[in-house]
Nanobody
């Protein structure tokens, strides 16, 4: 068993920055692969960024160059630094974790999910 907890969501103006945190506790292998997802009102949950067992990072095209992942392996915490935020980034952001993931963008690949943290970008 494992638990996933996100934090850091807030309301910011366009162009602003936020850093989200995701901490995975419990089974030590669950944090091998961690992904960030988001769901905007009226839309499906979509993958934002992902880090695999080997530290390889993948970003969705929509956030490439603006969002950055970093991981503290000592405490299995993943950070999502979001710069240059746009109104279309407004969403509930979720962290998901599992021991192994083949298709990082597929929500079905992850057994452990956090409750989400809300990000609002508006002027």
């Amino acid at each position: 068993q494992a638990q996933v907890v996100e934090s850091g969501g807030d309301s910011v103006q366009p162009g602003g920055s936020l850093r989200l945190s995701c901490t995975v506790t419990g089974d030590r292998h669950t944090g091998n692969c961690i992904g960030w997802f988001r769901r905007a009102p009226g839309k499906e949950r979509e993958g934002v960024a992902f880090i695999d067992t080997y530290g390889k990072i993948t970003y969705a095209e929509s956030v490439q160059g603006r969002f950055t992942i970093s991981k503290d392996n000592a405490v299995t915490t993943l950070y999502l630094q979001m710069n240059g935020l746009k109104p279309e980034d407004t969403a509930m952001y979720y962290c998901a974790a599992d021991a192994g993931v083949d298709l990082w963008w597929d929500v079905q690949e992850y057994h452990y999910w956090g409750q989400g943290t809300q990000v609002n970008v508006s002027s």
